[in-house]
């Protein structure tokens, strides 16, 4: 089955309807970056990409249906300052590392995607060096903002000889992306990782990319990879306009993810409310890429103040409209604060055992346990991709909404407070799916238990029946 087509007829790739993603940052999961004062910057002889292919069967069985990777090819520091782009970072290995990476991910069914910064380049990228030399006005010079004689102008200066940076990162050289020789560059570097197997990319830094350049590059790459899927990383700004312009099949649904949060420490569940009628409206033009953690924020085990409400926010994301991803540790409960500060990112970058999963502690393993159960429940009803939200009803502490699309509907209802709480979920004759599946002999009012949650569906749909 195809799903949203957009207000131009177009269509995401038909696997995507059941794609959730197991997200992970690469040079920090194999223990290339950071490197501690005094060790040894890894080699490409050490084959650290394939300590990935050790975990392929974890993203199976927590529920994932393909590796959504980070950044892997070569840079000088955190895989955002793109060195060559047709190189595999020499920390994490080679080419027939990644060949054997994504072969040992099909094998198992695994969707691969990969991270593409597109926005800026680093200072050891052969043509910004070539631009150094060259100077202002030289074809070299042209790529970036700031370099050529008539062309884009530096937006934030700090990079040399005057050109642009992003936001100010002296070492992030910002593209000229008016310029036809960065857009075939790029669409020339998205084709040639898909022809190796790649099945998608994100697109970082997509929102501080002209519209006009991604609207000029994916549908060329689309002429020869109908099935890529192409996530754009957007924070702010309308969502469905910027999909459109861009012809970009997603974005990242960062309203969303910051409401679960906020909502639950808050104990404002009408933030929630709110922002799942916003995302009602985005789901009517494209679907969502939906998460409430990744390799950019705070650990959610670390950013909600209680942790029994972690629960509640993984039930909000995989009972919603969207495309689905899990941070690579959040399944365990992992801890981490992000800070902006010099080495911000490291504490929820970690390194992962190179052999495999670990034993789990009895905490870990409840945490673990409760992402498949989620995950699975959201396997069950694939339908829950283009889902619609309706409140049924919501309090200082409570909230109940409908997922629906067509004849198919799920009820969620949260608890967040100290007692207990009826609520009001519609209908008669509905179970719990998950946790536990007792029938609910109440009418149309169930009572939650504090700090509790239930995802409940008509009787019929209980695969215990």
Known sequence: MISNADAAGRVEPD???????WQLYPLGFVGSYPIAPGGTVPTAGEHRLLRI?????????LGASGIALGPIFASSTHGYDTSDFYLIDPRLGDEADF???????????LRVLLDGVFNHVGPDFPRYREALEQGPGSAAAAWFQGGAESGTPAGTTGGGAGFGTFEGHPGLIALDHGNPEVADYVTGVL????DRGADGWRLDAAYAVPAEFWA???????????????????IHGDYPEIVSETTLDSVTQYELWKAIWSSINDHNPHELAWSLGRHNGFLDSFTPATFVGNHDVTRIESRLDDPRHLAHALAVLFTTGGTPSVYAGDEYGYSGLKTEEYGGD???????????????????????RLHQDLIGLRRRHPWLHEARTRILDVGTDHLVYEARAGDDALVVALNLGDQPCGVN?????????????????????VTIAPHGWQ????????PAR
């Open 15 to 21: 696997w995507v309807r059941h794609a959730i993603w």
């Open 53 to 61: 292919v050790a975990w392929l069967d974890h993203a199976i069985e």
């Open 99 to 109: 060949d054997t990476l994504v072969a040992e991910a099909h094998a198992r069914g």
């Open 191 to 194: 084709e040639h990782w898909l």
């Open 216 to 234: 000029r590059v994916l549908p060329r790459v689309r002429e020869q990879h109908p099935q890529v899927w192409f996530l754009g990383e957007v």
């Open 346 to 368: 490291d504490a929820i970058r970690p390194e992962f055992p190179a052999d495999g999963p670990p034993a789990l502690t009895d905490t870990e393993r409840a945490v673990y």
């Open 425 to 445: 979920v519609g209908r008669s004759g509905l179970v719990a799916l998950v946790p536990g599946g007792t029938p609910t002999p109440e009418g149309s009012r």
């Open 455 to 462: 995802v409940l569906a008509p009787a019929a749909d209980d």
